[in-house]
């Protein structure tokens, strides 16, 4: 009799740790850690200092100037990025496709024939690359690379 007891309290605890380690979280689109609580976006959210830019186009001269970064009321994987190409008004929006990066979609802010062209950001260390594409009222495009650093 206790040899059975034991192998059904042996067996009982095997089942419990395959159920307990078999088990993982997966968080609601734009949320992660531990408790799925906290906002993908807010490493990338640094205000009111925001971020100094160092940026080379194509077309364009390098540049450093600030951006800033907001949440959007879109959703929580998005985010809103001011002063974008150191030229728009109106902010530039980008999704967050992972912890660490977006993506900014065709989209013509400011509504006067700059469009902004499929770009990308990435979140290393507390530096952000980039590389994105404007192209202007007469069809040129500026290819812009650069980095991101919190100010």
Known sequence: MKKITSFLMAGALVAALMTTSSCSKTCDAGYEGSDCKTEMRAKFINEPNGWLTAETGTQSAPAAFTVHIQS???????????????????????????????????????????????????????????????????????????TWTKN
């Open 72 to 146: 959007s009321s879109t959703g929580v994987d998005q985010i809103r990025i001011l002063n974008f190409w150191n030229a728009f008004t109106n902010a530039v929006t980008a999704k967050m496709t992972s912890s660490t990066t977006f993506t900014i979609p065709n989209q013509s802010p400011d509504n006067d024939g700059y469009t902004v062209i499929s770009g990308t950001g990435t979140i290393n260390n507390g530096i952000i690359s980039v590389s994105y594409s404007v192209t202007d009222t007469s069809n040129r495009t500026d290819a812009v690379t650069g």
